[in-house]
């Protein structure tokens, strides 16, 4: 099967229809997608904007890996995976993932797994900013930033 | 040898810089090198989680490395 997919972390605005044009194709009747937006309340505190750093060759292998690993469990070489880094306004997506398949289950839980393994194995971090200060998130943890 | 250690997020926050070069003595693990950064950057002393990675793959405390490899050390991941 060939694997066509797409993978690539942006310093800017994602584009879903990107991501569903690098996945799409006749043999396919299923395009399940997932989009990470910027929420903006985290415990009970106001967010004002999320900023993304990444270890970025590792991060981009690591979207490789998923890819590879999605595709091999599931059957679905068809799969993009985009990431935002730098500064993400609130309700703008920081990450979007498209797999298509010929039917909806494997899409769908593809599209799952790829979702549960980059936030388990890409090296990227989470900033929230608020009002009055700024917290790295580490796994479930919330530390202070200088 | 000399090994550089790329350090991330909240760790290069807390270094002020993106990497530390350090010598290794033959046979030192990533949990030995963890020990010097936290020397060199006494803000990371009790951190209880760090994380490995070895030529972009991650790695566990225990790794031995040969100085050949781009080692970097960071905190529990968040993306997504």
């Known amino acids: ?146 | 040898v000399t090994i550089t250690v790329l350090l991330f997020a909240r760790y290069r926050e807390a270094a002020g810089r993106s990497d530390l070069e350090l010598e290794a003595p033959e046979g030192a693990t990533l949990r030995w090198i963890w020990q010097r950064v936290q020397a060199e950057v006494p803000a990371l002393a009790g951190e209880p989680y760090p994380m490995f990675a070895c030529d972009r793959v991650h790695a566990r405390p225990d790794r031995v490395v040969t100085g050949r490899e781009e080692i970097a050390v960071f905190p529990p991941v968040s993306g997504g």
């Open chain 1, 1 to 146: 099967v060939t694997s066509v997919t797409l993978h690539r972390l942006v310093d800017g605005p994602l584009d879903l229809q990107e991501a569903i044009r690098a996945v799409a194709g006749p043999d396919r009747g299923a395009i399940a997608t997932f989009s990470g937006t910027a929420r903006d309340h985290h415990g009970g505190r106001r967010v004002v904007r999320l900023e993304y750093h990444a270890y970025t060759a590792m991060a981009e292998e690591s979207f490789q890996a998923i890819i590879h690993e999605a595709s091999e469990r599931f059957g679905t070489p068809h799969i993009a995976i985009l990431h935002r880094t730098g500064v993400v306004p609130i309700g703008e997506a920081s990450v979007i993932i498209a797999v298509a398949a010929p039917h909806r289950r494997e899409a769908l839980a593809a599209c799952a797994f790829a979702i549960d393994r980059l936030k388990e194995i890409a090296p990227i971090w989470k900033k929230e900013l608020y009002a009055d200060g700024a917290a790295w998130i580490e796994g479930s943890e919330t530390r202070p930033s200088r």
